[in-house]
């Protein structure tokens, strides 16, 4: 099939690339000339396991082509994905400008029946703004389709290219049909296609972001209780997880959600909530309890020191929201590091792959080091806040030789409490202090 794909941000270009792998013959558009030539010259502008390699062959084997000529890439196409940014207003709804904008052009350069389809995350009633804002202009035929996006990154390759689920709200019967035909490749193990209406599938995506994040909260809360009452959150966690109605996975408490992503559609869902005078009170609190639970580790630390970091060196290991990616919007790291800079510490930090992003917040507040125990010199203490694989099983007994004081503050339960005690490190995790 002939897909454009527009928006060569994250969704896009990882969307884009995985389509042609399945051997569409896809255009991806931007109007980010600087980027587009970069693509063409073959150079990736975003940092996901995986993608490379997808992407050097099908733009070799010419199933994948960037361009800045909106018109020139639908015009011989069969489906549009929009893949455009929806950044938060200040009121925290979704910014939708560019998505419209973009409608508007499209209205006035298809010439043939298209299946236009939102893969941004936007909010209930928005496929019908689109569909409103092509029709101003359309001479053509043309259907809207919402099909919202469950990739994570990190593992966006994997996520897309075998999805648990692809859910697409539409009520045409011809865009059915394509958009059945576009994803049966990526569904032959079984998992499902979920054909529905298009304010239900808007709503599936707010829906499941804001339950993983309210999932992720409530474990954090029980995680700060479990500190209080003596008990141990990683066995609270296991016992839980067990139970098929809950399962195993993200029920891991940390340092508070971050990212692109759940920050933003918790927030923008509690707007929809505020706007339609619905009190959805679970989804405040998440936003609250999120935002106090990012200064944890920070707090933790300078009661540690009294309240005063002043002539205090603190390393941190990790910098990015999550493991494998250098993405660090909304990361915990920016708020315990700031906290610690405040309290008149010296910080040294090291991420494998963010260094370099957050560099452009804290320009030289911060030490950033090429290796991880370069961070750990003359240390009073470590502060972990991201789970990188490369921090799972460090040398403890160089770590010691390294630092002035054998201190950690986990903010991802890496290590075990005991065999912390064992090498002799005073060790402080989340929710399971002994
Ligand atoms: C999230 C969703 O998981 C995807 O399904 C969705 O497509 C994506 O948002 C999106 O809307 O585009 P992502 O933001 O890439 O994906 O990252 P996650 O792996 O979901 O992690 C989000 C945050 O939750 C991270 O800060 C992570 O550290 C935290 N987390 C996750 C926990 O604190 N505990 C857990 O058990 C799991």
């Not at 255009?27 to 693509?39: H, M, P, R, S, W």
Request: hydrophobic share 40%; proline share 3%; net charge negative.
């Amino acid at each position: 099939m002939k897909i454009a794909v527009i928006g060569t941000g994250y969704v896009g270009l990882v969307s884009g690339t995985c389509f042609a792998e399945t051997g569409n013959h896809v255009i991806c558009v931007d109007n980010d000339a600087q980027k587009v030539a970069k693509l063409n010259a073959g150079e990736l502008t975003i940092y996901e396991p995986g993608l490379e390699n997808l992407f050097q062959r099908n733009t070799k084997e010419q199933r994948l082509f960037f361009t800045t000529d909106l018109e020139e890439a639908v015009k011989d196409v069969e489906i549009i994905f929009l893949a455009l940014p929806t950044p938060p207003g200040e009121d925290g709804s979704a910014d939708l400008s560019y998505v419209l904008g973009v409608a508007e052009q499209l209205g006035q350069m298809i010439t043939s029946y298209k299946v236009i389809v939102d893969k941004s995350t936007v909010p209930v009633g928005t496929a019908e703004k689109v569909a409103a804002a092509i029709k101003k202009n359309a001479k053509v035929d043309f259907d809207v389709v919402s099909n919202p996006e469950f990739l994570r990154e990190g593992v966006a390759v994997d996520d897309f290219l075998k999805p648990d689920r692809v859910v697409v709200g539409t009520s045409s019967a011809r865009a059915q049909d394509v958009m059945h035909r576009l994803y049966e490749p990526f569904v032959r193990q079984g998992n499902p296609i979920y054909f529905m209406d298009e304010r239900s599938a808007e709503m599936t995506k707010y829906a499941a972001n804001s339950y993983l994040a309210t999932r992720i909260t409530f474990m954090n809360e029980i995680a700060n209780l479990c500190e209080t009452v003596g008990a141990n959150v990683d066995e609270v966690r296991k016992g839980m997880g067990s139970d098929n109605r809950i399962g195993r996975r993200f029920l891991f408490p940390g340092v508070g959600y971050g990212g692109s992503c759940f920050p933003k559609d918790v927030q923008a869902l509690h707007k929809t909530s505020v706007d339609n005078k619905y009190d959805f009170k679970v989804l405040k609190s998440v936003m609250e309890v999120n935002n106090k639970q990012k200064h944890v580790l920070s707090e933790k630390i300078l009661k540690y020191f009294n309240n005063d970091l002043n002539g205090k060196h603190i390393a941190v290991w990790g910098l990015a929201f999550k493991p494998n990616t250098d993405d660090i919007r909304e990361a915990p790291a920016i708020y315990t590091i700031e906290n610690l800079l405040r309290a008149g510490a010296k910080v040294t930090a090291y991420d494998p792959e963010a260094s370099e992003n957050m560099k452009k917040i804290f320009e030289d507040r911060v030490n950033f080091v090429e290796h991880r125990y370069d961070a750990l010199k003359e240390a009073d203490a470590l502060a972990i806040v991201t789970e990188w694989s490369i921090f799972r099983t460090p040398d403890f007994s160089f770590m010691g030789e390294l630092m002035k004081e054998k201190v950690i503050f986990d903010g991802r339960n890496l290590y075990d409490t005991e065999l912390m005690i064992d090498k002799g490190f005073y060790y402080n995790s989340i929710g399971r202090n002994t």
